[in-house]
């Protein structure tokens, strides 16, 4: 039996303006993006903001449902619009913001397993990492190289067939 340590490096800005100005705007759009959210049931609302190498910005916002499991989070509407609207363009960032009204989300919010799982698709599409920027309502901002790091040994096509 061997051991082996799986990590990955965090950049934490504890002042969004210390990022780059082209994330800070992507922050933004994902801050913007958020207040469009349906979120009657959760009072979660959560935006994202998807970079794209041509310069075009692709958001996303979640949509609840009365029946809960067929509503979507934010980060799926966004890149799901971004492969619809922009095929085979690769995608260079997705700046996640998150609020609540019922209290005040002060830690960065991190996409979920199925989000996490649908964006690495894209990722492994592209063959070139897909950075993350989270972000709650107020405080630190986490960001990240690739969306690999927060999902390792991740299932992929490569799975399906045996070469
Ligand atoms: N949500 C997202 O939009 N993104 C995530 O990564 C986590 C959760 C949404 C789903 C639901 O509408 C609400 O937040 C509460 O879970």
Redesign the pocket.
Known sequence: MKKQQIGFELSIYENPEELPQKEQKLLQAAEDAREN?Y?P??S???G?AILLENGETVIG????NASYPS?????RVAVFQAGARYPGVPIVAIA?S?TSKDYVVDEP????GN?RQSIIEYEQRQNKPIALLLRGEIGAVYKCTSIGDILPLAFSSSFLTDS
């Open positions: 959210a979120a049931y959760s979660f609302k959560v994202a916002n979640n949509q609840e509503g979507l989070c934010a980060e996640i998150a919010a991190a996409p979920c989000c």
